[in-house]
T-cell receptor
């Protein structure tokens, strides 16, 4: 079945440093979605990418969908304490959405 | 804007008891998902419904069952509860199976 892996599992960064999480699917995806879950909260939808090679930005967050539509990345520039949380990618393929394993980001002030 | 509503927010049960969790999706959303998130774990997909029919099944134990009703709300029924069932249970809804999922605040189930 479809598998979606994320690396790294954990990331600790100093406030102000950049952060990147990578998502890889075992199959070609129709779209990729990104979610953020703050500690003690519920996952919140961030963005959806559909086109091969698509790049979207939300303030300090940059999302990229690979040319082969099998991988994606989320890059945060100059992290802030509000960025703390777990970031999940979710790939839609074979008529189902499969969540990645998540990357837990902690910020060192 | 209306969000996904889950009830109850907290539930304490004893081993071998039963529990029913309810989920009210965002209006006009026809797809509902259930997830289980243990302490320090990632959400694990349990089951989903599209237009009142089961659309996908994940790691849902046989002791659990779920359904989606005519008004699109969904209920997760859990029987013969075990200590390991203690977790946060999220419901999410979407407009069709391809749409982004909107999560509810979750129901925290504690089994003692």
């Amino acid at each position: 079945g479809q598998q979606v892996m994320q690396i790294p599992q954990y990331q600790h960064v100093q406030e102000g440093e950049d952060f990147t999480t990578y998502c890889n699917s075992s199959t070609t995806l129709s779209n990729i979605q990104w979610y953020k879950q703050r500690p003690g909260g519920h996952p919140v939808f961030l963005i959806q990418l559909v086109k091969s090679g698509e790049v979207k930005k939300q303030k300090r967050l940059t999302f990229q969908f690979g040319e082969a539509k099998k991988n994606s990345s989320l890059h945060i520039t100059a992290t802030q304490t509000i960025d703390v949380g777990t970031y999940f990618c979710a790939g839609f393929g074979n008529e189902k959405l499969t969540f990645g394993t998540g990357t837990r980001l902690t910020i060192i002030p | 804007a209306a969000g996904v509503i889950q009830s109850p927010r907290h539930l304490i049960k004893e081993k071998r008891e039963t529990a029913t969790l309810k989920c009210y999706p965002i209006p006009r959303h026809d797809t509902v998902y259930w997830y289980q998130q243990g302490p320090g774990q990632d959400p694990q997909f349990l089951i989903s419904f599209y237009e009142k029919m089961q659309s996908d099944k994940g790691s849902i134990p046989d002791r659990f069952s779920a359904q989606q009703f005519s008004d699109y709300h969904s209920e997760l029924n859990m029987s013969s509860l075990e200590l390991g069932d203690s977790a946060l249970y999220f419901c999410a809804s979407s407009d069709g199976v391809r749409g982004e999922q909107y999560f509810g605040p979750g129901t925290r189930l504690t089994v003692t």
